[in-house]
T-cell receptor, first 110, second 113 residues
Framework: QKEVEQDPGPLSVPEGAIVSLNCTYS??????FMWYRQYSRKGPELLMY????GNKEDGRFTAQVDKSSKYISLFIRDSQPSDSATYLC??????????FGTGTRLKVLA | EAEVAQSPRYKITEKSQAVAFWCDPI?????LYWYRQILGQGPELLVQ????????DSQLPKDRFSAERLKGVDSTLKIQPAELGDSAMYLC???????????FGPGTRLTVL
């Protein structure tokens, strides 16, 4: 079993929809949780960074962490075609070793 | 805005040849990472540096891969000889901020023919 599991998609939604992206993990030592957006043939871009459990909001993006369920989510409100990309979750226990999910491909249709 | 620089952006080589990739992290970032990302997968750590010292190279195929960061600033990743299975995106990252956020460069896409 992988330490981090992420549905690879692809996920297709109409413009304006609310998108929910999820990851599960098995290592209870993970404390820091990240979401990256990666456009085709580009490096990952840090979107959200969350410490421990709870919610964090930044514009149209909301990150949620539920450590009791070992489950993290990224919500995108009012999705736009420019949000079409691969979304990677990543996490670390604080040892500077980061574990990534496989990424979910998202396509927002105009 | 400071960025992680990588070159070249694209590299096509024949198997058995040697290739080298360069990374310059954001100024002042002591921790530097090299990752390999195969299409459709997440980045996988190859090597982690703290200043000029290797912290973790447990996943680096040392028979053909080598990495160095001689002055604790920029870094080079080398593959010799390249194999078909090495075709991937090679990403460099460094960390900063109060919570050690990791920032990536644009990557080098390697194609081995």
């Amino acid at each position: 079993q992988k330490e981090v599991e992420q549905d690879p998609g692809p996920l297709s939604v109409p413009e304006g929809a609310i998108v929910s992206l999820n990851c599960t993990y098995s290592n209870s030592a993970f404390q820091y949780f990240m979401w990256y957006r990666q456009y085709s043939r580009k490096g990952p871009e840090l979107l959200m960074y969350t410490y421990s459990s709870g919610n964090k909001e930044d514009g149209r993006f909301t990150a949620q962490v539920d450590k009791s369920s070992k489950y993290i989510s990224l919500f995108i409100r009012d999705s736009q075609p420019s949000d079409s990309a691969t979304y990677l979750c990543a996490m670390t226990s604080g040892t500077y070793k980061y574990i990534f999910g496989t990424g979910t491909r998202l396509k927002v249709l105009a | 805005e400071a960025e992680v620089a990588q070159s070249p952006r694209y590299k096509i080589t024949e198997k058995s040849q040697a290739v080298a990739f360069w990374c310059d992290p954001i100024s002042g970032h002591a921790t530097l990472y090299w990752y390999r990302q195969i299409l459709g997968q997440g980045p996988e750590l190859l090597v982690q540096f703290q200043d000029e010292s290797v912290v973790d190279d447990s996943q680096l195929p040392k028979d053909r891969f080598s990495a160095e960061r001689l002055k604790g600033v920029d870094s080079t990743l080398k593959i010799q000889p390249a194999e078909l299975g090495d075709s991937a995106m090679y990403l460099c990252a460094s960390i900063a901020g109060a919570h050690n956020e990791q920032f990536f460069g644009p990557g080098t896409r390697l194609t081995v023919l």
